[in-house]
T-cell receptor, first 114, second 114 residues
Framework: GAVVSQHPSWVICKSGTSVKIECRSL??????MFWYRQFPKQSLMLMAT?????????EQGVEKDKFLINHASLTLSTLTVTSAHPEDSSFYIC??????????FGPGTRLTVL | AQSVTQLDSHVSVSEGTPVLLRCNYS??????LFWYVQHPNKGLQLLLK??????LVKGINGFEAEFKKSETSFHLTKPSAHMSDAAEYFC????????????FGQGTELSVKP
């Protein structure tokens, strides 16, 4: 149990386009989902906390208009990178909170912006 | 504020020898601590967690960690390394005062030589 999926697993896009990444909790309901960003050989950096039915809470330094987060249901949160640029290329990982507030992580999405 | 420091960015061991990955934490109250493993281009897998129960925590794949309050440490150990243990390991503390947000250490890359 407690499986979290992400789609797509990788995406390549042109500079200026927008990319949507989905995060789903497959066998449990998650009131809270988290979005992280990881640069090569670095640790995970929390970008935002996504709560079902309310606006996401962004960490300091993360542009909310750049990284749009929607948490429309208890099993789905989406991250849209708007007007992507090469510096947005990164590994994006989501997690969903299950029982006892344990976080279960998705497999990640590799974004490459040309 | 809570934080974790992983003392080694890279550890190299020979197959069959013990593994020690060091982590120190800083917390103004009793912390929840975790070790996660990440294989290349993959999401994170929980190895073990400490939540104020037994100080010696056993996890998956033969890993264990000991919570030492006097030393503010939570080192990860394994008696005998396997080639499949080669990965990135993260020591993580949960900030309960911030909705359970996870604060990641910098990561330790474990290499296992044949």
């Amino acid at each position: 149990g407690a499986v979290v999926s992400q789609h797509p697993s990788w995406v390549i896009c042109k500079s200026g386009t927008s990319v949507k990444i989905e995060c789903r909790s497959l066998d449990f309901q998650a009131t809270t989902m988290f979005w992280y960003r990881q640069f090569p050989k670095q640790s995970l950096m929390l970008m935002a906390t996504s709560n079902e039915g309310s606006k996401a809470t962004y960490e300091q330094g993360v542009e909310k208009d750049k990284f749009l987060i929607n948490h429309a249901s208890l099993t789905l949160s989406t991250l849209t990178v708007t007007s992507a640029h090469p510096e947005d290329s990164s590994f994006y990982i989501c997690s969903a909170t299950g029982r006892d507030n344990e976080q279960f992580f998705g497999p990640g999405t590799r974004l490459t912006v040309l | 504020a809570q934080s974790v420091t992983q003392l080694d960015s890279h550890v190299s061991v020979s197959e069959g020898t013990p593994v020690l990955l060091r982590c120190n934490y800083s917390s103004s109250y009793s912390p929840s601590l975790f070790w996660y493993v990440q294989h290349p281009n993959k999401g994170l897998q929980l190895l073990l967690k400490y939540t104020s129960a037994a100080t010696l925590v056993k996890g998956i794949n033969g890993f264990e960690a000991e919570f030492k309050k006097s030393e503010t440490s939570f080192h990860l150990t394994k008696p005998s390394a396997h080639m499949s243990d080669a990965a990135e390991y993260f020591c993580v503390v949960s900030d309960r005062r911030r909705g359970g947000k996870l604060i990641f250490g910098q990561g330790t890359e474990l290499s296992v030589k044949p």
